[in-house]
């Protein structure tokens, strides 16, 4: 293999829509398809730090806003890295995302840090609002091969 393909990345994207429960069941089912997708497109970035924003956008979405009717993922994978959106029915901002400083979560409160990890391990993040309500988004950089850990 030659110096060239160490840093070679995907050339499309690829990307995956699915209505989940608005329950707990939800959390691992979201993170499953983010784990599959990444690893089926051979994807470079990292699928651990994927999965545990996901699992903590969809559980947000399931105890922070009302309603029966399903949430959606939606999983892009795009060269330059990934975009996991989670879509749930509540116009309101999610809590302290998109605020400049965030207070330190309570260390004896079992919540509290989802949004924090969110914004600490992504390289962005945001929320938008859609016609049925809001999506809350982040984003993941591709890895460079050299830096990957073995699979």
């Known amino acids: 293999m030659n110096g060239f393909a160490l840093h070679e990345r995907p050339t499309e994207s690829a990307s995956w829509r699915i209505a989940l429960p608005h329950t707990a069941a939800a959390v691992p089912v979201a993170r499953a398809l983010v784990r599959t997708a990444l690893s089926e497109v051979e994807h470079p970035a990292d699928s651990d730090t994927a999965e545990l924003l996901t699992a903590e956008l969809v559980a947000n979405a399931v105890e922070h806003t009302a309603g029966r009717g399903p949430i ?80």
């Open 72 to 151: 959606e993922l939606v999983v892009e994978l795009l060269p330059s890295g990934c975009q996991v959106e989670v879509h749930d029915p509540d116009p309101a901002p999610p809590g302290h995302l998109a605020q400049a400083v965030i207070e330190e979560p309570d260390p004896w409160q079992e919540g509290g840090r989802g949004l924090l990890l969110i914004r600490t391990l992504s390289s962005s993040c945001g929320h938008r609002p859609t016609p049925s309500g809001k999506a809350v988004w982040f984003t993941l950089p591709a890895i460079p091969a050299q830096r990957r850990r073995p699979a």
